[in-house]
C-alpha cells in the first residue's frame, strides 16, 4: 500500500489561505467594495447628527483585532482598505449622505431621458404613451436638484475656508475644462451621427452657439449652469453668513425666482433662460440657506418632514396636470408652468437631502450600491446620452410593435447606460486620464 499523505501544516494552510483571501481582496476592492463594511456598518447605535466632515468620516487600516479609530486625515490613503467603523461614524467620506443625494439623482437623470427616448416610439395620446410622460414628469427635477446641492456643499466649503484663486482655479478645472471637452466631442458624434450637418464644424457662430448656451448636446446646459453658479455664490457669502432659516429661504427664494423671471421677460429676454441662473435662484438660495445650516440640517428635516411632505401633495397634483397638458401639447400659461415646476423640484431636492440623511442610518447594501454610484455620478451624467442614442440608432421600437416590447427595450437600455458608465467611472478613478476627461 502507498503511504498515506500528511495534511499539510498549520503554517501552510495559513499562507495558503492568506494568499487566497489577498487575491479576494484585491478583486473586490478593485470592485469598489470594501471588506466587511456591510457587517460592521450593522453595528448599532448610529449616531450621525448633520452632514460627517470628511476629516469625521475618513477611516483608516488597522490590524487585525486593534482597536477601531477614526482617522484625522481628509484624504487618508488607506480609505480602500479593510475599515473600522466607531458608533459615532458609519460610513466613509465616499459614502456619505451627499453621494446617496447624488445617486438618487442619477438614478432620476437616466430614466427621465429614458422615458423621453421610450415617449417618442409610443402613439402620442394613447395610455402608454401618458403613463411614461407622467412618469417623464414626476422626475423632471435633476438638474435643480444638483444646483441645489452644489450650492449647499460649497456653500459650506467656502464658510470655513475661502481662497479666491484656488477656489476658481479649481472650479475651472472641474467644471470648465469638461464641459468645454464633451461639448466639442458631442458636437463632433452629433455630426458623426447624421443628427448635424458636417458644416457646424466649421462655423464660428454654431459653437459660440453650443458653448454659450449649453446646446451642444441637451444635457450639457447643466454643466454651463453650475459654472455660473461656481461664479455667483461667493459673492453671496454675507446671506451665508447670517445663517438665514432654511424657510425664509424657501419663500426669499420663492420671491425672487418671480423677480428673475419677470425681469428676464420683460427687460433681459435671454433667448434660453434655463441656460442660466436666472432659472435657478430658488434652488440656489435655498442651498445656501441649507449649507449655513448643515451641521444641524438632519435634525431639521427630521422636525419638519411632514410639512414638506404636505406642501409636496398640495404641489404634486396641479404639477403634474399642468406638466402633462405641455407635453400634451395643451394650452398651458408659462407662468404657471415654471411656477409650478420650479417649487416642485426645490421641494423634492429638499426631501431627497433628507431623506439621503435619514438612509445614511442604514447598512443595505442598496444603500452603499447607490451612494457608490453618486461617487461617479458626473461620469454617468456625461456620457450617458451618447450611449442612449447609440443604442437607439442601433435599433429603435417600431411604431406598430407592443407597448410592452417598448417598455422592455427601454428597460434593458436604461440599465446599459448606467451601469457601463458607472463601471467605466469606478475604473478610471485616480488615473489621469479620469482627470482629463472628467475634471476629477
Same mark, same amino acid.
Given at each position: 500500500?502507498?503511504?498515506?499523505?500528511?495534511?499539510?501544516? /498549520?503554517?501552510?494552510?495559513?499562507?495558503?489561505?492568506?494568499?487566497?483571501?489577498?487575491?479576494?481582496?484585491?478583486?473586490?476592492?478593485?470592485?469598489?467594495?470594501? /471588506?466587511?463594511?456591510?457587517? #460592521?456598518?450593522?453595528?448599532?447605535?448610529?449616531?450621525?447628527?448633520?452632514?460627517?466632515?470628511?476629516? %469625521?468620516?475618513?477611516?483608516?487600516?488597522?490590524?487585525?483585532?486593534?482597536?477601531?479609530?477614526?482617522?484625522?486625515?481628509?484624504?487618508?490613503?488607506?480609505?480602500?482598505?479593510?475599515?473600522?467603523?466607531?458608533?459615532?461614524?458609519?460610513?466613509?467620506?465616499?459614502?456619505? %449622505?451627499?453621494?446617496?443625494?447624488?445617486?438618487?439623482?442619477?438614478?432620476?437623470? !437616466?430614466?427621465?431621458?429614458?422615458?423621453?427616448?421610450?415617449?417618442?416610439?409610443?402613439?402620442?395620446?394613447?395610455? +402608454?404613451?401618458?403613463?411614461? +410622460?407622467?412618469?417623464?414628469?414626476?422626475?423632471? *427635477?435633476?438638474? /435643480?436638484?444638483?444646483?441645489?446641492?452644489?450650492?449647499?456643499?460649497?456653500?459650506?466649503?467656502?464658510?470655513?475656508?475661502?481662497?479666491?484663486?484656488?477656489?476658481?482655479?479649481?472650479?475651472?478645472?472641474?467644471?470648465?475644462?469638461?464641459?468645454?471637452?464633451?461639448?466639442?466631442?458631442?458636437?463632433?458624434?452629433?455630426?458623426?451621427?447624421?443628427?448635424?450637418?458636417?458644416?457646424?464644424?466649421?462655423?464660428?457662430?454654431?459653437?459660440?452657439?453650443?458653448?454659450?448656451?449649453?446646446? +451642444?448636446?441637451?444635457?450639457?446646459?447643466?454643466?454651463?449652469?453650475?459654472?455660473?453658479?461656481?461664479?455667483?455664490?461667493?459673492?453671496?457669502? /454675507?446671506?451665508?453668513?447670517?445663517?438665514?432659516?432654511?424657510?425664509?429661504?424657501?419663500?426669499?427664494?420663492?420671491?425672487?425666482?418671480?423677480?428673475?423671471?419677470?425681469?428676464?421677460?420683460?427687460?433681459?429676454?435671454?433667448?434660453?433662460?434655463?441656460?442660466?441662473?436666472?432659472?435657478?435662484?430658488?434652488?440656489?438660495?435655498?442651498?445656501? %440657506?441649507?449649507?449655513?445650516?448643515?451641521?444641524? *440640517?438632519?435634525?431639521?428635516?427630521?422636525?419638519?418632514?411632514?410639512?414638506?411632505?404636505?406642501?409636496?401633495?398640495?404641489?404634486?397634483?396641479?404639477?403634474?396636470?399642468?406638466?402633462?397638458?405641455?407635453?400634451?401639447?395643451?394650452?398651458?400659461?408659462?407662468?404657471?408652468?415654471?411656477?409650478?415646476?420650479?417649487?416642485?423640484?426645490?421641494? !423634492?431636492?429638499?426631501?431627497?437631502?433628507?431623506?439621503?440623511? #435619514?438612509?445614511?442610518?442604514?447598512?443595505?447594501?442598496?444603500?452603499?450600491?447607490?451612494?457608490?454610484?453618486?461617487?461617479?455620478?458626473? #461620469?454617468?451624467?456625461?456620457?450617458?446620452?451618447?450611449?442612449?442614442?447609440?443604442?437607439?440608432?442601433?435599433?429603435?421600437?417600431?411604431?406598430?410593435?407592443?407597448?410592452?416590447?417598448?417598455?422592455?427595450?427601454?428597460?434593458?437600455?436604461?440599465?446599459? !447606460?448606467?451601469?457601463?458608465?458607472?463601471?467605466?467611472?469606478?475604473?478610471?478613478?485616480?488615473?489621469?486620464?479620469?482627470?482629463?476627461?472628467?475634471?476629477?
Amino acid at each position: 500500500m502507498s503511504q498515506a499523505r500528511r495534511p499539510p501544516s /498549520p503554517l501552510l494552510r495559513g499562507l495558503r489561505l492568506g494568499r487566497i483571501g489577498a487575491a479576494l481582496n484585491y478583486l473586490s476592492e478593485q470592485a469598489g467594495y470594501r /471588506p466587511g463594511l456591510r457587517r #460592521q456598518l450593522r453595528q448599532p447605535p448610529y449616531n450621525t447628527p448633520g452632514l460627517p466632515s470628511h476629516s %469625521a468620516m475618513a477611516l483608516i487600516r488597522t490590524r487585525h483585532h486593534a482597536s477601531v479609530a477614526v482617522a484625522t486625515s481628509p484624504a487618508a490613503p488607506e480609505a480602500r482598505a479593510p475599515i473600522a467603523v466607531t458608533h459615532q461614524t458609519i460610513s466613509t467620506a465616499r459614502l456619505s %449622505a451627499v453621494d446617496l443625494f447624488r445617486g438618487l439623482a442619477i438614478m432620476e437623470v !437616466v430614466t427621465h431621458h429614458t422615458t423621453t427616448m421610450t415617449m417618442r416610439h409610443l402613439e402620442k395620446g394613447s395610455a +402608454a404613451f401618458i403613463g411614461t +410622460a407622467a412618469v417623464n414628469q414626476i422626475l423632471h *427635477f435633476a438638474v /435643480p436638484a444638483f444646483i441645489f446641492l452644489s450650492s449647499t456643499i460649497l456653500t459650506r466649503s467656502l464658510l470655513k475656508d475661502f481662497q479666491p484663486g484656488r477656489y476658481y482655479w479649481r472650479r475651472l478645472l472641474r467644471g470648465g475644462w469638461p464641459y468645454v471637452l464633451w461639448s466639442i466631442l458631442y458636437v463632433i458624434w452629433y455630426v458623426v451621427s447624421g443628427r448635424r450637418p458636417p458644416s457646424v464644424l466649421t462655423n464660428p457662430e454654431r459653437w459660440g452657439f453650443y458653448l454659450f448656451y449649453g446646446k +451642444a448636446s441637451y444635457h450639457l446646459y447643466f454643466m454651463l449652469v453650475a459654472l455660473q453658479v461656481y461664479m455667483i455664490l461667493p459673492l453671496l457669502l /454675507p446671506i451665508a453668513r447670517k445663517r438665514p432659516p432654511i424657510w425664509v429661504a424657501l419663500i426669499a427664494g420663492a420671491a425672487l425666482q418671480m423677480g428673475a423671471y419677470f425681469l428676464n421677460r420683460e427687460v433681459l429676454r435671454v433667448p434660453y433662460p434655463a441656460s442660466t441662473v436666472l432659472w435657478y435662484v430658488l434652488p440656489i438660495i435655498l442651498g445656501l %440657506a441649507v449649507g449655513a445650516r448643515l451641521s444641524e *440640517f438632519s435634525e431639521w428635516f427630521q422636525k419638519n418632514k411632514f410639512i414638506l411632505l404636505g406642501l409636496l401633495v398640495l404641489v404634486f397634483p396641479p404639477y403634474l396636470m399642468v406638466s402633462l397638458n405641455y407635453v400634451l401639447g395643451h394650452g398651458v400659461a408659462p407662468i404657471v408652468h415654471n411656477s409650478l415646476s420650479w417649487l416642485y423640484s426645490s421641494l !423634492v431636492a429638499l426631501s431627497l437631502l433628507g431623506l439621503a440623511y #435619514q438612509w445614511q442610518k442604514s447598512a443595505h447594501p442598496l444603500r452603499i450600491l447607490i451612494a457608490m454610484l453618486g461617487t461617479v455620478s458626473l #461620469q454617468v451624467y456625461l456620457i450617458h446620452p451618447f450611449m442612449l442614442q447609440a443604442l437607439e440608432k442601433w435599433y429603435a421600437p417600431a411604431p406598430n410593435e407592443p407597448a410592452s416590447l417598448t417598455f422592455l427595450i427601454s428597460l434593458i437600455y436604461g440599465v446599459v !447606460v448606467l451601469v457601463l458608465p458607472a463601471v467605466l467611472g469606478r475604473l478610471l478613478s485616480g488615473q489621469r486620464i479620469s482627470l482629463f476627461l472628467f475634471g476629477r
